[in-house]
């Protein structure tokens, strides 16, 4: 079991490479205390540029929302209003299905840039969510691009064990408790929605067979822990997976190609939250991550 956590860790995620740990940052008070006031704004001059450059390309992830909201439009018109627009050939329509299916996964990609950002900028909306909503929109968004019917049927599912039945015919077993289900809980729905669903794409990625999902509470946090039964993650790389762009080759075991990119976004998503992020992994038994997430007062 590792336990990551710390802003030293968050720090040496972020720039993508491992460095020796450095001995804990001063507060924000002792630093003022130790700095002149020529020193400090010496420090504010040189931040000003990288954040104008953060917000330039935040801008700009932002500003795609709305040419991707008109074509994801005029797509769903073409599929549903065939009755203006005319009728379409079985070929047609399978394109036309596709090139819905990714300009949803552009969107949603824009909206997790988006998510990390605020993330950056410590920027957390904790609102009343329940349980239920939160695990039901993972799973459309995670069925929405591959499997469209069993998105919509996780949408019209009218209880849990409905749902339940539904998974495991997926591969996917969910346990939770029926009372909590039901519950609300003060989170940031957007962020943790993010965590849910990069665990849960990369374990159905990885999965021979099964994957396991669990939620839980305590007085305190969330719990949900995210399993699956693939070939195992081994020791010695239990630390460089949660780096930017690190990715087990095929002779490593690691029968699946990704970009680097999406545990590295769950640490940084997790730390930020005030969180905490497990994993139990070895070779030939498959990778649980657990992650506990402190929920706030409502």
Not at 213 to 219: E, H, Q
């Amino acid at each position: 079991m590792i336990f990551f956590k710390g802003l030293d860790i968050l720090k040496k995620l972020k720039k993508g490479r491992p460095e020796a740990a450095p001995c804990p940052d001063p507060s924000p008070e002792q630093s003022k205390m130790s700095e002149s006031p020529m020193e400090q704004e010496q420090k504010i001059e040189q931040q000003t540029p990288k954040r104008r450059e953060r917000i330039r390309i935040d801008l700009l992830i932002h500003d795609l929302k709305v040419p991707l909201a008109v074509i994801e439009a005029g797509i769903v018109s073409l599929l549903q209003r065939r009755d203006k627009y005319g009728s379409l050939t079985d070929g047609q329509e399978k394109v036309l299905t596709r090139v819905l299916r990714n300009t949803r996964v552009t969107q949603r990609l824009v909206t997790d840039a988006l998510e990390l950002g605020r993330s950056r900028e410590g920027i957390v909306n904790p609102i009343p969510c329940r349980i239920s909503d939160f695990i039901e929109q993972a799973l459309i968004e995670i069925f929405d691009l591959t499997d469209c019917s069993t998105s919509d049927k996780v949408k019209t599912c009218k209880d849990l064990h409905g749902l339940r039945s539904l998974l495991q015919e997926k591969g996917i077993a969910l346990s939770v408790d029926e009372v909590f289900w039901h519950e609300d809980v003060c989170m940031d729905p957007a962020k943790t929605n993010q965590i849910l669903r990069n665990l849960l794409n990369n374990a159905l990625k990885y999965r021979r067979n099964r994957v396991e999902l669990k939620v839980d509470r305590t007085d305190s946090y969330l719990v949900f822990s995210v399993k699956d039964d693939g070939e195992g993650i081994p020791a010695e790389y239990h630390n460089k997976i949660f780096q930017c762009y690190f990715q087990m080759n095929n002779t490593e075991g690691c029968p699946v190609r990704g970009h680097g990119l999406g545990l590295a976004g769950v640490m940084v998503l997790v730390e930020d939250l005030g969180g905490q992020l497990f994993l139990d992994s070895d070779v030939g038994r498959g990778a649980r991550f657990l992650v506990k997430l402190p929920l706030a007062k409502g």
